[in-house]
């Protein structure tokens, strides 16, 4: 009986015959589609083995065939619509880059460059030299550079400043950052001694005070960007530590974390102080990332004073740790856009989102729900939530936002979101109370036609 059944699987050869894999293998590679086959017809053999395949189908096979092929096309990184609101999405990627700041990487991609040419000198020059001065300006500091992401950055700063050295750091602000940044774990690479001092909730000047000896490298001080200590708590400013380090002549290294650029005060967002304020608040050093609300690509900017960049500089981590000419390219542009603040809340994504008003999402909210009321057994309307900006940063504050929000009727809402979430390009939402949601922060406009039609295609319609 199985005998038969095997006997009945078609030959290779028969498979590349048909026309609809000929029509494959015109559109990706003979050997590609070849190893489908391959991997299609060991999938048969077992499941007749396994006595799960009854009888044999050509048609199945084919399809079968087709599927696997566009398995194997598929980028397993490939883009998504993101619904969910969370505006710095760590694993969605974080900040979505400007217009100008593609063009820039697009550019030097595919051009030579003067990445590390200095073409007046007609000689070598420094990655560094093309964002320093910008960053300075901005910033108003003496000295910036800019390694991969900011853990590196933190790195590279205790590293080239207090390795060997102690640095006492606030039982409160010992964080962890997505799961894999943990500050005291940071501290020991880069052969730094980390004094822990105060309590979990409560540390005052004094435990610094007491903590300082000759062998204290620094004070570090570390943003809890992605927790809040709510009920009684205390914490030692930026203003107050930097008082109290330059007392001791050492110096107060600050990790900032989010690092932004414009006033989220203005929205009613708190503790998330701009750059330019750390920086004239009197930390000697501050390192923050680029692929957060900076709103750039990934990268950890360092600013400070000179004589503490120029040892990081010199540093071997540095060279180990130094980014590519597209994330300069990138960053030159976003700064760029920084000049005139009102451009850059229209030009980076990131801010954009932040700051886009109450009308827009409500006119963007009322296109889509106009759009998806036409498909026949779902409920859609729009109603007012609360989104986060995320990616570690401000955590425990909420931005008003417009969201539509969709029931279907003859489908569950978690089927529905995992539906939609299984598309080979995937749709992630929120749900709650019963209802799938897509945030109007987030949802690009240029994703409505898709949305409508992979509603369709889910919905059966
Ligand atoms: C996000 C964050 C980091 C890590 O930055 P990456 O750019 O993700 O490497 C370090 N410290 C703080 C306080 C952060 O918020």
Known sequence: MSYNLYRQIPKTDELLAMASIRSLIENHSHNLVLDAIRTVLETVREGIKNGVIMEIN??????????TVDKMTT????????????????????ALLSKEAIDAVVDVATNY????????????????????AQ???????????????????????????????????SRGELVEIGGSFRVPEIMEQSGTILKEVG?????????????????????????????????FTE???LSEMAEIAHSHNIPLIYDLGGGSFADLADLGIEGEPTVFECAKTGADIISFSGDKLFGGPQAGIIIGKKEYVDKMKKHPLTRAFRCDKMTIAALCATLNA?????????????????????????RKAQTLQKKLKTIKGLDV????????????SVPSQMLQTKCVSLKAENMKTSELEEKLRHLKRPIVTRVARDRVLFCMRTTKKEDFGYIYEALKAVLGE
Do not use: W
């Open 75 to 94: 980028p397993s990184l490939r883009t998504v619509v993101n619904g969910t609101g969370v505006i710095l999405h760590t694993n969605l990627g974080r």
């Open 381 to 392: 309307q729009v109603v007012s939530e609360l989104a986060q900006v995320g990616g570690g």
């Open 199 to 231: 309590a979990t909730n409560k540390t005052h000047p004094r435990d610094y005070e007491n903590a300082i000896n000759e062998n204290t490298g620094a004070l570090l001080k570390v943003h809890t960007s992605n927790f809040k200590i709510m009920g």
């Open 338 to 362: 920084y000049h005139d603040m009102d451009q850059a809340k229209k030009d980076i994504p990131t801010l954009n989102m932040i700051f886009m008003s109450n009308e827009e999402m409500l």
């Open 235 to 237: 914490s030692v400013g």
């Open 135 to 169: 960053i300075c300006k901005l910033c108003n500091c003496e000295a910036a550079m800019v390694v991969n992401n900011n853990a590196a950055a933190v790195m590279l700063i205790l590293g080239a400043i207090t390795r060997g050295k102690e640095v006492p750091v």
């Open 113 to 132: 460059n003067t990445l590390e040419y200095d073409p007046e000198e007609g000689k070598r020059g420094s990655r560094y030299t093309h964002i320093e």
């Open 58 to 67: 050509a048609g199945i096979i084919e399809k079968m065939v087709a599927d």
